[in-house]
């Protein structure tokens, strides 16, 4: 198999098409990991391997997106450095954009609550559905294509700040335990890992609209429609 050939685990150097869903099945995210001393494939995890060959090296070369995720998001992507080269900045504010887009969609609501159901009150997961099934009437509302908002009024506001206060809930409901048993402080920060992306996109989009953010765009796509934060990044310069 290519996971037993493969020395980097990288996507890119997967040869041939590769569906997002199964990756997503094999993979998780920063804010998913639990760390290596935790994982029971910490020392075969590829990302501890890069990250431990990175911190040995005097110039790590990375691309936009990992510096865009180090630098906003603050997550342990890059070792300690004195200075970066960019190349290509020209490209830098649309791939900052791209980094910083979320979005929020039925089924990725529905995947996060049932990922959580046995972490949190029944009625939790209950709301949880129900926002979801308001989501989707709010969505259904826009016509077919891309409908770029500048303003969350009416039902969409509603239902956007009740997904932000649900998932607010959850995430209570969830605190982490250094006696868990690994697979299911896997299973519980993955749950969390959902529930918060769902949770920051609901309230950028309320938030970075009220504040008329001029790069914040909103955009309901797709069949099934996907509400999309498309955006909230500034750079500056002297």
């Known amino acids: 198999t290519w996971i037993g050939t493969t ?43 890069a990250r431990a060959t990175a911190a040995a090296s005097d110039i790590v070369v990375t691309n936009h997106a990992l510096l865009v995720l180090d630098v906003v998001e603050g997550l342990p992507i890059l070792p300690p450095h004195d200075l970066v080269v960019i190349d290509e900045a020209h490209e830098l504010v649309d791939r900052t954009t791209n980094a910083l887009a979320g979005s929020i969609d039925v089924i990725a609501v529905e995947r ?5 159901r046995r972490f949190v009150e029944e009625s939790t997961y209950e709301r949880l559905l129900e926002v979801s099934g308001r989501l989707n009437g709010a969505l259904l509302t826009f016509p077919s294509g891309t409908t770029r908002m500048h303003e969350v009024t009416g039902d969409m506001h509603a239902t956007l700040t009740a997904v932000r206060d649900v998932c607010a809930v959850a995430l209570a ?16 920060k993955r749950g969390r890992a959902d529930i918060q992306e769902i949770a920051d996109v609901a309230a950028g989009v309320l938030v970075g609209v009220a504040a008329g953010r001029e790069r914040l765009v909103v955009a309901v796509r797709g069949d099934p429609q996907v509400l999309r934060r498309e955006g909230a990044a500034r750079v500056h310069g002297r």
Do not use: H, N
């Not at 996060?112 to 959580?116: F, Q, S, W």
């Not at 409901?173 to 519980?188: F, I």
């Open 173 to 188: 409901q969830m605190p982490t335990s250094s006696q868990e048993d690994p697979a299911d402080a896997a299973a519980r």
């Open 7 to 49: 020395g980097t685990g990288d996507r890119d150097d997967y040869p041939g098409d590769l569906d997002a869903r199964l990756w997503r099945s094999v993979t998780v995210s920063g804010r998913e990991c639990i760390g290596a001393a935790k994982c029971v494939y910490g020392q075969d995890c590829f990302a501890e391997a």
């Open 112 to 116: 996060a609550a049932k990922a959580v």
